[in-house]
């Protein structure tokens, strides 16, 4: 690395857009990304929508415990 670095013809913001949503990436440990599998295989479903639903039963459990 450079010990200094010339940010003078610098454009603040070039790349920032209001209202950008991000889909950050989630890493499942192994044993529980075979466990999603197998239910997204078994109703024919992609992975995503699997994880979707038990969080969604899962926040609404929390929702009901308080």
């Known amino acids: 690395m ?3 670095y010339d940010f003078s ?3 603040r913001g070039k790349f920032y857009r ?3 949503r991000l889909n950050l990436p989630v890493y499942l440990d192994q044993d ?3 466990f999603v599998q197998r ?7 992609d992975v ?3 994880v979707n639903r038990l969080l969604k039963t ?3 459990l ?4 308080k």
């Open 58 to 60: 899962d926040m609404e």
């Open 18 to 20: 209001p209202g950008v």
């Open 48 to 50: 995503s929508a699997v």
């Open 39 to 45: 239910i997204a295989r078994k109703r024919k479903v």
């Open 32 to 34: 529980v990304m075979a």
């Open 9 to 11: 013809k610098g454009e």
């Open 62 to 65: 929390a929702e009901n415990t």
């Open 2 to 4: 450079k010990k200094a």
